[in-house]
């Protein structure tokens, strides 16, 4: 087994640090702080962080809505995000978009649309710089199970496999596309099945298991960076969270969400953490930790200055010219 | 049945008064819509008036021989179509109601604005007006202090008789640059008046200063004869001394601008285009004095024909107003009485006025000290001395002299 | 050196592919086959299948690809086989690759090549003009090109743009105009109209496809002594409105012609600014001249009827003349 502890560790340090940020965005939500829909990744923490622990600098990451934790473990700080989320002058898209739309060409983060698929092109093309430039780039994208039947999933898969480029992409499978049940939109029993139609090598994991995960990512990255082509991964999660802070998740039946809090990415990775010999104090210290760090800066983002109304017609176009 | 009020209208502007020379329907006649019932007078022209609409000639309340301001009720149409009571638009006290030419449908549907009396604005602005007028036209109409009313007379070239560009430049180039008074003659009793008037506010007006200089035309004299006869069977009209001058006075007038220009107020208002006013003396009695625009376009030919045209149309009452205005410089031919000098008064609000005498054969020496016998003309020019000095005056006939001399007599003219 | 539109193109893309090496080549068949319309004969030759690259059937892949390599700094120029099919695209056009620099700073300068235009017979498929769509998309630079000396500037300057450039070249004006080039390899300023032929008693605005036959009317118009000025826009979005204005203010009298569908076509636009800008200068209203508001018949007699004419602009010219 190659998943080493302190490897582990890390990764829970990870999926901590991803879930006080967003339990703390909730309750800031809650309190009427944020507009525009709030979304988190509550239950997507480890099959994210797991993905996102494969990338180097120079790897491409193309999110989608619930991937904070690989927004994270790229490089964007809490700061930034907050200050994205709170639309300040100082955020990502300096209060011109929502969520965590935000992106960064320094780390390789592309900021996501809220069109859905739309990354899977974006990320296929950004690894044309191996041939072109001579680079040995990776990228990593994620799509939700609904976005599955988004005409981009298939052409940028079709795109991906005709150039055989070096993606990684993971459906995160949680069992609703808003609310529609998984069983109610398409008749596959795994959404990994669609890289037959590409002839691309798939597989599907349990992505509240952090062993299986890492096996399973470090499978498909042994893939990719070795130029053989992109890689499927259907991490299987449980949606811990409505669709969004506004959803009442009334079509979610009860045996679900028993199911998924018990089988909370966080508590299962401590279970097996315990299980390895880590302490549990060293673990709550984690947890702690991160929620302090997340009310902190909270706190402060909500001092901080919203853009100036000047800036409205900035950045239209490149180059410095408006219309 | 609805009876419709006829009044004086306004032809011009400044014209504040007019006469009726004649009826030419009397109480109880049909009138068709457009038709001619009446001429009158006014110090401008003498024109017929048309009915506003079409009716019974109900009531005449104004004779022939009476003179009333404009504006004033002269006649009342009993009419049996029901019209909207918008056949006069209340205006303020400088303006005027135009006798309606024609009854645009529109008008029923759109509301009559009303005027408040005094513009404090420009004078273009929401105005209910009678025809369509372009922005652009509006605004070439309010840079040159053009009311409403001038425009509503104009005449257009445009499609449905509208007004474009050209017809208000037009108008503009033949009309005053200054709101002064421009001195107009117009034939009948009141053009008397009308001169009498005028010849002496320009002495008021203009300290009047003359320069005379002879120049010597017999080389055009026998050039004329020569050519005379066969000129006029290939043309039609006449090779005479007066467009001859005038040909050469148009070269002048543009190597001394200030010669072609007004006075308003401070300034100086020099015309790019030169507008030859020709004094036109008139059987009857009474001078007349059209213009000849664009002068500087047109060659000896063209003047020749212009001068013959204009003579004709005083001499047949057939001048129109655009005839008379926008002059810039006025030659007067006082040698065709025989005078060989004389002393004209300018005509406002130009700044000189050229004399052209009689051609006399007069001894005078040639060549160092011989003498011999030469056709002389005298030129005497009465100019305007708040502007144009003894030197510059000198200089323009010395170079119109020169020019007279210069001229080709070398072949067909 | 003379040479036809079509070549103008080629030799703008041999012209900045030799000069970049970051400057490639992305659409269906562009590469063995040389294009559907063989503008790119020999790139894949002198250029190699890593800078010339046959994608699959996927608009929406192409312009996602293109967006994601202009991302990472690449100069991609994708090339939609027919404009009629960047509508597959125009997610990725509008949401993405219109909004990445507002939003997170993150130029994307790419260009997306789109034959255009009818008159040959081809169809309601293969025959749209679409540029109007997205000149109502701020973000986006929209380039028509009528001439072969501009189509060659114009492309040069739209590769070099930082900003994406939508750049509608005419098919049928690919081997049916031929034209003096003198500038090659250098680019013509985007967003610069072209007097193409001074004139004074009215102003006729055009670009693209109909350029040629505003040409043929005005040197009619002048045999009736009318003297038009024609001004090609040949830029959409940055428009030039200054070298309009000064026409319009100069002539008083405007006709604009264009090969688009009448509602909604840029004609509409231009003719509200100037009518908002050149108010006082307007001796006649102003008029626009376009294909009727129908898809685009097959039959050649009936695209003829659909399509505007020089009767047609003769007519609405000597109309304006004497209004």
């Known amino acids: 087994m190659s998943l080493r502890v302190d490897k582990a560790l890390e990764l829970y340090d990870s999926m901590s640090r991803v879930r006080a940020f967003e339990d703390r965005l909730v309750i800031t939500g809650q309190q009427g702080k944020i507009s525009g829909g709030i979304f988190t990744g509550k239950g997507h923490e480890l099959l994210t962080s797991v993905a996102a622990s494969f990338l180097n600098k120079e790897d491409i990451l193309g999110p989608t809505h619930r991937n904070m934790a690989a927004h994270f473990s790229k490089g964007i700080s809490y700061l930034d995000m907050t200050r994205q989320w709170l639309a300040r002058a100082t955020g990502g898209t300096r209060g011109k978009d929502n969520a965590a739309h935000l992106g960064s060409q320094e780390i390789n983060v592309f900021g996501i649309i809220s069109p859905l698929a739309t990354m899977l092109p974006l990320v296929a093309g950004a690894v044309l710089v191996n041939s072109i430039r001579n680079e040995k780039r990776v990228a990593l994208t994620f799509i939700g199970d609904g976005a599955t039947s988004c005409a981009d999933f298939h052409e940028g898969l079709a795109m991906m496999a005709s150039q055989s480029l070096p993606v990684v992409v993971v459906i995160e499978n949680n069992g609703f596309a808003y609310s529609t049940a998984v069983s109610e939109q398409s008749r596959r029993k795994n959404f990994a099945d669609h890289s037959k139609a590409f002839g691309i090598p798939s597989e599907v994991v349990d992505g509240t298991d952090i062993v299986l995960c890492y096996e399973a990512f470090e499978r498909a990255f042994d893939h990719v960076r070795q130029n053989k082509g992109p890689y499927l991964v259907e991490g299987k999660v449980w949606r811990m969270s409505g669709h969004s802070l506004a959803d009442n998740c009334s079509y979610v039946p009860e045996e679900f969400k028993n199911e998924a809090e018990k089988n909370d990415p966080l508590l299962l990775t401590k279970r097996y953490l315990l299980s390895q010999g880590v302490s549990e104090n060293k673990l709550r210290e984690i947890k702690k930790a991160w929620k302090k760090k997340a009310k902190e800066v909270f706190e402060q983002v909500l001092e901080e200055a919203i853009p100036d109304p000047a800036s409205v017609t900035e950045g239209v176009f490149a180059g410095g010219m408006t219309l | 049945m609805p009876r419709e009020d006829m009044i004086m209208p306004q032809l011009g502007e400044s014209v504040a008064e007019g006469t009726i020379l004649k009826w030419l329907k009397k109480v109880g ?120 009313e001038e425009l509503e007379n104009i005449s257009g070239s445009g499609v449905g008789g509208r007004i474009n560009r050209q017809d208000i430049e037009k108008y503009i180039a033949s009309s005053s640059a200054s709101s002064g008074e421009v001195t107009k003659v117009v034939p009948m009793d009141s053009m008397r008046k009308t001169i009498a008037k005028h010849m002496v506010a320009s002495k008021k007006i203009s300290p009047h200063v003359m320069s005379v200089h002879e120049v010597d035309m017999s080389a055009i004299v026998a050039w004329r004869e020569q050519w005379k006869d066969h000129f006029y069977k290939k043309h039609g009209f006449k090779l005479t001394y007066t467009p001859i001058v005038l040909h050469c006075v148009v070269q002048a007038l543009k190597e001394f601008p200030w010669i072609n220009a007004s006075i308003q107020g401070d300034n100086v208002i020099e015309h790019r285009n030169i507008h030859l006013s020709m004094a036109v003396a008139l059987k009857d009695g009474g001078l007349i004095v059209p213009v000849i625009k664009n002068a500087q376009h047109k060659n000896l030919i063209n003047l020749c024909q212009s001068v013959q045209e204009l003579s004709e149309k005083s001499r047949n009452k057939k001048l129109v107003m655009s005839d008379l205005e926008g002059g810039t410089f006025t030659v007067t031919n006082a040698g065709v009485f025989g005078t060989i000098m004389g002393y004209p008064i300018i005509n406002q609000p130009q700044v000189a006025i050229l004399a052209m005498n009689a051609i006399v054969k007069r001894p005078v020496v040639v060549d160092g000290d011989a003498i011999a016998i030469r056709s002389m003309m005298y030129f005497n020019m009465s100019y305007d001395h708040r502007i144009v000095d003894g030197m510059m005056a000198g200089r323009f006939l010395q170079r119109l002299c020169q020019l007279i001399a210069e001229f080709d007599v070398s072949g067909e003219p | 050196m003379t040479m036809t539109y079509l070549n103008a193109i080629r030799e703008a893309l041999f012209a900045e592919m030799r000069r970049d090496k970051e400057v490639f080549l992305l659409g269906q068949d562009i590469a063995a086959y040389g294009g559907a319309f063989k503008l790119t004969k020999g790139f894949l030759e002198e250029f190699g299948k890593e800078r010339v690259i046959d994608t699959p059937i996927a608009e929406s892949a192409i312009v996602g690809a293109a967006i994601g390599a202009a991302l990472m700094g690449l100069k991609p120029v994708a090339e939609m086989q027919f404009s009629d099919f960047i509508v597959g695209g125009f997610n990725q056009i509008v949401n993405m690759a219109a909004k990445c620099h507002y939003r997170w700073g993150a130029a994307v300068p790419m260009v997306i090549r789109c034959p255009s235009g009818g008159g040959m017979g081809a169809g309601p498929f293969h025959s749209q003009n679409p540029e109007a769509w997205f000149t109502r998309v701020p973000g986006l630079k929209v380039v028509c090109p009528g001439i072969p000396s501009d189509a060659h500037g114009l492309l040069i300057a739209a590769i070099r743009d930082p900003n994406p450039v939508l750049y509608f070249e005419h098919k049928f004006l690919y081997r049916h105009i031929k034209e003096e080039v003198l500038a090659i390899g250098e680019p013509i300023e985007l967003g610069k109209a072209r007097v193409d032929r001074v004139g004074s008693d009215l102003t006729i605005i055009t670009y693209g496809g109909t350029l040629r036959l505003v040409r043929e009317a005005a040197e009619r118009l002048q045999e009736n002594e009318i003297s038009a000025e024609i001004i090609d826009l040949r830029t959409l979005i940055p428009l030039d409105m200054d070298t309009v204005s000064i026409s319009v203010r100069k002539t008083n009298r405007v006709l604009i012609v264009h090969e688009d569908t009448l509602t909604g076509g840029f004609g509409g636009e231009l003719s509200a600014r100037i009518a908002e800008y050149d108010f006082e200068y307007l001796d006649a209203p102003v008029k626009r001249i376009a294909s009727l508001d129908t898809p685009i018949p097959f039959a050649r007699n009936l695209e003829q009827a659909f399509m505007p004419d020089t009767d047609q602009i003769c007519v609405a010219a000597q109309e304006l003349a004497v209004y």
């Open chain 2, 29 to 148: 006649d049909n009138v068709a819509y457009d038709e001619m019932i009446l001429e009158i007078s006014t110090d401008k022209i003498d024109s017929e008036i048309p009915a506003p609409i079409a009716g019974v000639l109900a009531e005449i309340l104004v004779e022939e021989g009476d003179t009333v301001p404009v504006r004033t009720v002269i006649a009342r149409i009993e009419t049996d179509i029901s019209q909207p009571s918008s056949v006069s638009i209340p205006v303020g006290e400088d303006q005027c109601v135009l006798p309606e030419s024609k009854v645009d449908t529109l008008l029923n549907d759109v509301a009559i604005s009303e005027n408040k009396g005094e513009h404090t604005g420009p004078p273009l602005q929401s105005k209910r007006t009678q025809r369509f007028f372009s922005p652009l036209v509006k605004r070439i109409a309010k840079e040159n202090n053009i009311s409403l």
